[in-house]
């Protein structure tokens, strides 16, 4: 297996990159949209939308 980013042999730690700065870099691709689309968890939307339904409508809180 081989490093995404530079193709370097991978290391077990950073998986599947080489490195941290690997790691980064295909973070920062991540967070600049280079993928269309953050989860492909549909569970992790509806736990999203069930957290909304939660939220009391006037939006009071308990200290
Ligand atoms: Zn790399």
């Known amino acids: 297996m081989t490093c995404p980013i530079c193709e370097k042999p991978?290391?077990?730690v950073?998986?599947?990159f080489c490195s941290r700065r690997c790691a980064d870099v295909d973070?920062?691709?991540?967070?600049?949209g280079a993928?269309?689309?953050?989860?492909?968890d549909p569970d992790?939307?509806?736990e999203a939308l069930d957290a909304l339904e939660d939220a009391p409508p006037d939006g009071?809180?308990?200290?």
């Open 35 to 40: 993928y269309a689309v953050p989860s492909t």
């Open 14 to 16: 950073y998986r599947p």
């Open 60 to 63: 009071t809180r308990p200290h």
């Open 27 to 32: 973070l920062g691709r991540w967070l600049n």
């Open 10 to 12: 991978t290391v077990a």
């Open 44 to 46: 992790d939307a509806e």
